[in-house]
């Protein structure tokens, strides 16, 4: 009699303990953003992380902290505790470039992060003065055969400088790279007519295409970008299968619990399917990802590091 009582009187306690146990979030989120308030990639983080802030109740606090490529923020997240409460904004560059740009990074990314969600992409486009004497792909390629070349990109190892170190490979040419310190700095020398092209994201360069003061070649997509639509991509001019996109997403120190990583995931994924926020993103000249769960996201992460380290080592790209 006396351990029936001891049982049921346990199984009370152990019932209580569960109904009072915290649902997350329970307390604010922190959003670590790699990089400088104003960019696309924080405006982006800010548009989600007012998303997730509506769908959960608890805020997310975005926190810039810019610095080496977006290395350093990323290494704050990937050191913090892994308990649901902090978030990191993660993109080519410090996620899937840095690894092997960097040969003593701080933090490994598929090993010491995982991912949450995908936000947005956005591919790269070739831009050139209307006057540099090509005007799509077979003609920028024929042209590099015959002279010296040159394009500008927004510094060395960016996503810009290895699209191109990339399709230089993939259509056997070679091109002389002129780093800037930033892509308004390149596209500024483009457009006096100092270099002849340069290759930086859609977001960046839509506003001069669309003038007429740059010519869009190519955009580096598989398919078209739905924000140029008149452009074809390089697949289209000759190379099946080329595809350089720039992506933003969410990700979280590895070990963060899977029940958090699947709470977050399905508030991006309910905001993704917001017309507002697609209409927000659009105006960055920022496709919406498609909805998929967290597995798949790091499916993607691990195949993007995998091609971008290949693209490093075979290009010799060094940071200065």
Known sequence: MFKHILGAAALSLAALGSAGAAQYPDKPIRLIVPFPAGQSGDLIGRVFAEQITRRLGQSVVV??????????????????????????LVSNGPYAIAPALYPKLSYRPGKDLRGVALLGTS????????????????????????????????????????????????????????PFRGSADAQTQVLGGQIPMLVDSVPASLAQIKAGRLKAIAVTSLQRSEFLPDVPTVAEQGYPGFESIGWFGLAAPAGTPPEAIDTLNEAVKAALGDAAVRDKLATMAVTPAPRQDPARFDAFLSGEIAKWGKIVKESGATID
């Open 123 to 178: 591919p790269q486009v070739f831009a050139a003065n209307p006057q540099a004497g090509f005007g799509d792909i077979k003609q920028l390629v024929a042209l590099a055969r015959q002279k010296s070349l040159t394009f500008g990109s927004s510094g060395n190892g960016s996503t810009q400088h290895l699209t191109m170190e990339y399709f230089e490979k993939t259509a056997d040419i070679q091109l002389m790279h002129v």
């Open 63 to 88: 926190e810039n902290r810019p610095g080496a490529g977006g290395t350093l923020g990323t290494d704050v997240a990937a050191r913090a505790p892994a308990d649901g409460y902090t978030l990191v």
